[in-house]
């Protein structure tokens, strides 16, 4: 029996629409790979994720599970999944890729297959695309390989792993919403103007360049969504008066984790991220039951990624 778990990202980092993502420390998914009674791939208990198929290829950690022992000759070989949902889902923080990612780290050391992380993406990325319909790491690559992940080309799943000045940490808040990857993108206009263009490139060129010069300032101006934010921040409960609150109180940029309805800021120190997360609990409120309508969470970006556990 081998558990692995893959953790929670922010994908599209404001100005990286599809080809930007980091992982959170928490929270994050954990699947467990043990052998099967019968010949073929089961999964056997969903922890904590009412509506999610049982059946292997309607389920992301199920279809990545599949690909990986076909590609290892094996596709008959008796394997007992359990997945154990730690997040929600529809909330734009990864929850489908998460899982997807967890079932093949577990499964790889499971079988003693030996596979590099970058060799088990192509089988993630299969069982990610069941549930987003497309073909985008922004989720996946972040929660397998750790760190800011820029990508080149998601088809062929190109991409580098940039480098996280110190001290740099997020704050990622969940609000008592729900929004599907596939609405979300189903509102989005095919049409870019040249000036979107022009600024939209300008910034995701010169966040990667300030990343690597530790320059928060100019992190802090490159932090600017003129193409996606504008299309889908209405869709997001007091979106407006977070992004105001977080800014006025220092963050470097403030925008949409994923399709949301999650929001996130970069911060360059701990003063700031507490005062962003106490903003965000006063501004939410409470919930019926007395809790904190809004979950949010804040560390230091996750450099390591998914791990068996």
Known sequence: MIKAFAPATVSNVAVGFDIMGFPMEAPGDEVIIK????PGTVISRITKGKGLSYDPIKNTAGVSVIKMLEHLGIPDHPIDIEIR???????????????????????????DAK??????LPFAMAGESVASGAWHGDNVIPSMMGGII?????????????????????????????????????ILSDQV???????????AATLVAALYSSDFDKISRC???????????????????????AMEL????????????????LCRN?????????????????????????????APINLEGAEVC
Do not use: C, W
């Open 193 to 203: 103007t040249l000036k979107q263009m022009i600024t939209q490139t300008g910034n």
């Open 85 to 111: 949902k730690k997040m929600p889902f529809g909330t734009g923080i990864g929850s489908s890729a998460a899982s997807a990612v967890a079932s093949v780290v577990a499964l790889n050391h499971y079988l």
């Open 250 to 265: 220092g963050a470097l940029g403030f925008s949409i984790s994923g399709s949301g309805p999650s929001m996130f800021a």
């Open 270 to 298: 701990t003063f700031t991220s507490d005062n962003i997360e106490a903003a965000a609990r006063e501004i939410y409120g409470k919930d019926h039951h007395g809790r904190d309508a809004a979950k949010v969470y804040q």
């Open 223 to 245: 932090l600017q969504d003129v193409v996606i934010e504008p299309q889908r921040s209405h869709l997001i409960p007091k979106f407006d008066e977070m992004k105001q609150k």
């Open 150 to 186: 820029l990508i080149r080309d998601n088809a062929t799943l190109d991409f580098t792993k940039l480098y996280v000045p110190n001290g740099l940490r997020y704050v990622v808040i969940l609000p008592p919403a729900q929004i599907l990857t596939s609405e979300s993108r189903s």
């Open 35 to 38: 052998e099967g009674k019968e």
């Open 115 to 120: 596979l590099t992380k970058r060799e088990l």
